[in-house]
């Protein structure tokens, strides 16, 4: 199995911006929708924001306002623009399937929110 790759993670001060990329591995995205999931130290992986075909964008309540989801007309890329961003956003970010998502998880990007 092919994971998706992650970009663009990086360190950042509260307040600040970034914007993450994940590159499709399969056109099972298409179907299954896309989706950006983040796990800190010690707490457990959690959806962050899904994009499923003809739904509205879904996003954790910890996010909404200040996340958008994306994606390209042929499911191959998709992009989690994040602002305002806070200390509390710390944590590795990885795309997967917005349903029945992989069971292997990809390296992720590193997201650091700190001054």
């Known amino acids: 199995q092919v994971q998706p790759v992650e970009s663009g993670g990086g360190l950042v001060q509260p307040g600040g911006s970034l914007t993450l990329s994940c590159a499709a591995s399969t056109s099972l995205f298409s179907s299954r929708g896309m989706g950006w999931y983040r796990q800190a130290p010690g707490n457990q992986r959690e959806l962050v924001a899904r994009?499923?075909?003809?739904?509205?964008?879904h996003y954790a309540d910890s996010v909404k306002g200040r996340f958008t989801i994306s994606n390209n007309r042929n499911w191959s890329t998709m992009y989690l623009q994040m602002d305002s961003l806070k200390p509390e956003d710390t944590a590795v970010y990885y795309c997967?399937?917005?349903?029945?998502?992989?069971?292997?998880w990809g390296q992720g990007t590193q997201v650091t929110v700190s001054s």
């Open positions: 994009i499923m075909p003809g739904l509205s964008p």
């Open positions: 997967n399937t917005g349903s029945q998502p992989f069971n292997s």
